[in-house]
């Protein structure tokens, strides 16, 4: 499982071919999918690892407004004849629209992350087109000029896009959720779908005392073992110490905590009845987070 495949089932989201992240994603961002077929067309660093390519993350690329504007004004210039637009609201977050429904199942982007891509590329009927499509990107993005300033410059080459993800925007849900905060694009489209208020982490823990809350926190950063303590010290200092103490308080009764990770997900659960099993040893967050039931 995926965080995407969690929060579409968590609003009552039906699987399409893929997980229809891409249209609700981009209406998260404030554009409207219409009812065109999209897909998440991250840009990405391929790299090359004797007869392996890699993929890297967007986060790793650092890519400004400019870059992304021009790399993206010469992909739609000549794909338009195809009939194919490429939009980004967002540097490090692009999307494709496709003039039809493909037959096209895709891996997601955090799937594919520092893995062999592949064996990883799309299936399904139409899938010999669009890997013809990616190796064309490839070969724009490879001779583009922004790249070879990159290069220069030693900043690694914006050399590829991963398409994942893709579909049409779902009807309208009945979420269970009363709120939301968080700043991913798909859990704002998705509060959108559902009619669930959301706002911004940096609100911090400025909701309601009643109702259920869904908070998504940011993923950890891919550095090494130093960077992930520190954010785990910043997520325990942030939210879960101040949450803890709000049950202690009693104005919230219960803490669901679910992450995901290596395509499985972890649920742990701690009520007011828990904080007086005195025989259960208290830690650090990130000392507890290999105990969790699946």
């Not at 077929?37 to 986060?59: E, G, I, K, N, T």
């Amino acid at each position: 499982m995926t965080l995407t495949a969690w929060l579409c089932e968590s609003f009552g989201i039906r699987r399409q071919l893929d997980w229809p992240a891409a249209p609700i994603s981009l209406q998260g961002e404030g554009e409207d999918p219409g009812r065109s077929f999209w897909l998440c067309a991250s840009p990405v660093h391929l790299q090359v690892h004797r007869d392996q390519l890699v993929l890297l993350p967007p986060a790793s690329l650092l890519i400004p407004a400019t870059e992304s504007q021009a790399l993206l004004e010469t992909l739609n210039r000549h794909f338009s004849v195809d009939g194919l637009l490429f939009v980004a609201p967002h540097p490090q977050r692009w999307y494709l629209r496709l003039p039809s429904f493909p037959d096209l199942h895709t891996v997601a982007l955090d799937d594919a992350i520092g893995r062999d891509i592949n064996r990883l590329l799309p299936t399904g009927d139409d899938c010999m087109h669009y890997h013809g499509l990616f190796n064309e990107v490839q070969m724009l993005l490879h001779a583009h000029a922004v790249n070879e300033n990159r290069e220069q410059s030693g900043a690694l080459a914006i050399n590829s896009v991963w398409f994942w993800e893709g579909g049409t925007l779902p009807p309208a849900t009945r979420a269970s959720w009363t709120g939301a905060r968080g700043d991913l694009p798909l859990l704002r489209g998705l509060c959108h779908l559902g009619n669930v208020p959301v706002a911004s982490l940096s609100t911090g823990l400025n909701f309601p005392d009643t109702g259920n809350i869904l908070v998504v926190l940011p993923e950890g950063p891919p550095g090494d073992r130093s960077d992930w303590a520190m954010h785990m010290t910043r997520l325990e200092q942030d939210w879960v110490a101040p949450l803890l103490q709000k049950l202690r308080a009693g104005k919230i009764q219960r803490l669901d905590v679910v992450t995901v990770q290596s395509g499985q997900a972890r649920h742990w659960t701690v009520s007011a009845r828990d904080l007086w099993k005195f025989w259960v040893p208290a830690g650090p967050l990130a000392g507890q987070l290999g105990t969790a039931e699946p």
